[in-house]
């Protein structure tokens, strides 16, 4: 099994920020559930001809379907409605960072998204620390452990598709960009 360690932690801040508005949070994270599934299916879509893209990212897909029906069910308990999407600093930062041409351009993607996840699980797994009440503590316990799973979908696929150098040096540079976006990100209760 393939792993790596991220460059930088989320800090105190971050949680604080969250726990203080759990409403926005949670809106801010049934998007980014249901963007999830959408990549994932962008990702089918484009890529054909890779059997392997496209049986995971149907499963990976549903899954996060899934994520972004149990977190709707929360919001709609709590009266909670969606709002319109908007720009995002952390991934529109990253997707910078993408090359675009045919060569790199997978490589690039099952990077950046294994590393989205890697932060992901990080974050759920603060929000599950943080959480008192035993329902809801569980359920983000479990999404970081979904998400950490994810991560790891992610470097095997790169493995599979590019040989170790070429994914270690890009990995390298995308970990470093990650931490940079990171730092420069303003705080505030969402899940980037
Ligand atoms: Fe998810
Ligand atoms: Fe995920």
Same mark, same amino acid.
Request: hydrophobic share 40%; glycine share 0%.
């Given at each position: 099994m393939y792993s790596y360690e991220l460059k930088c932690k989320t800090g105190p801040q971050w949680i604080r920020a969250v726990m203080a508005d759990f409403d926005s949070f949670l809106i801010d994270h049934a998007a980014n559930e249901r963007k999830a599934s959408t990549l994932a299916m962008s990702m089918v879509v484009h890529y054909p001809d890779k059997d392997d893209i496209v049986r995971e990212m149907i499963d990976l897909a549903m899954e996060e379907m899934a994520h972004f029906r149990e977190v709707i069910k929360i919001m709609l308990k709590r009266g909670l409605q969606q709002t319109p999407d908007k720009t995002n600093y952390y991934i529109g930062s990253f997707m =910078?960072?993408?090359? =675009?041409d045919p060569k790199h351009y997978l490589l690039d993607r099952l990077l950046m998204f294994s590393i989205v996840e890697k932060r992901g699980a990080e974050r759920f797994g603060l929000v599950g620390e943080a959480l008192i009440k035993p329902k809801i503590k569980d359920f983000y316990q479990r999404l970081a452990a979904a998400e950490y799973r994810h991560y790891e979908l992610f470097i095997s696929l790169a493995h599979k598709y590019y040989d170790d150098l070429t994914v270690t040096t890009r990995l390298e540079e995308l970990l470093q960009i990650e931490a940079v976006i990171v730092k420069q990100c303003p705080i505030k209760a969402a899940v980037h």
């Open positions: =910078k960072a993408m090359r =675009k």
